[in-house]
């Protein structure tokens, strides 16, 4: 709808819209991250690689997400032109950045859990970055709700999408859902103790189960029966977050460390 800032502001640089709000969400997830590490005291010179680990990782992996989305190769991107060019997916880069941490922390042996340094963080990236997809893709699907967006002809070609009827704000919601999240992981979750590292796997966990239903009203194409393709690959992972957080929740991990405490000292 508006690809650069001009577009969307009536003024400022030609930069691209998507872009721009990307990077100023990547600049407050970084001062974000920098602020939680000094909370916590996590002053080991190896965390900055974690985090370029991260970022490549999250790059790379959110490009090969969509590739080869078709049977016939002869109508996919190349791999070149996949990653330079093609199609985002925010699953596969989050996939790419928990992939991306794990092979640094080998590679430079590094041993300590750090999701609860990275959870507030991606949340606010991803409500600041959401923005730029709402000002430049299909908003969602046709709603008679009273806030839906509405495109004309010229905005609905761009994106592809029907004008002249109120579409799903999808983006707005996911927007929400993140800006709530960094809420919530910001100034409570964080401050309970619960077992390290486990505040990203709560934080992945709500996300995934709030996408697969924010799929049905984003727009995006159906690949099998009503699922989109974000469906089937959450279909496949929820499960298996769902097994993790009852081992969790079994073994005590989601206990606040005082409550932990005092069940340790309770005589048997």
């Not at 090969?64 to 791999?79: E, F």
């Not at 032109?81 to 199609?87: A, D, M, R, W």
């Not at 590094?110 to 000002?135: H, K, N, T």
Request: aromatic share 12%; hydrophobic share 50%; proline share 7%.
């Amino acid at each position: 709808m508006f690809p650069t800032l001009p577009d969307l502001l009536g003024f400022g640089p030609p930069l691209e819209t998507h872009g721009f709000f990307e990077g100023i969400g990547l600049l407050a997830g970084g001062l974000v991250f920098w602020i939680e590490a000094r909370r916590r005291g996590a002053k080991d010179p190896r965390i900055p690689y974690l985090v370029l680990g991260a970022l490549l990782g999250a790059a790379v992996f959110a490009r090969l997400g969509t590739w080869a989305q078709h049977l016939d190769p002869s109508k996919n991107l190349s791999l070149g032109e996949q990653l330079l060019s093609g199609n985002a997916s925010i699953l596969s880069a989050l996939v790419g950045a928990w992939a991306g941490v794990h092979i640094t922390k080998r590679l430079v042996g590094y041993r300590e859990r750090s999701g609860d340094l990275f959870a507030p963080a991606v949340a606010l990236a991803l409500a600041i970055g959401r923005l730029g997809c709402l000002f430049t893709e299909n908003p969602g699907t046709p709603t008679g709700a009273s806030w839906g967006i509405v495109l004309n002809p010229e905005q609905a070609a761009r994106v592809g999408a029907p004008a002249g009827v109120p579409l799903h704000p999808s983006f707005v919601y996911e927007i929400v859902f993140h800006a709530i999240a960094f809420a919530v992981l910001w100034f409570w979750l964080r401050h309970l103790g619960i077992r390290s590292g486990e505040t990203l796997t709560i934080y992945i966990a709500a996300y995934a189960v709030f996408r697969f239903l924010v799929e049905f009203v984003r727009g995006n194409d159906v690949a099998w029966l009503v699922f989109t393709r974000p469906q089937l690959f959450l279909l496949a992972t929820l499960p298996l977050l769902a097994i993790r957080l009852v081992w969790l929740w079994r073994k005590g991990a989601f206990t606040p460390a005082d409550r932990r405490l005092q069940n340790e000292h309770q005589p048997a």
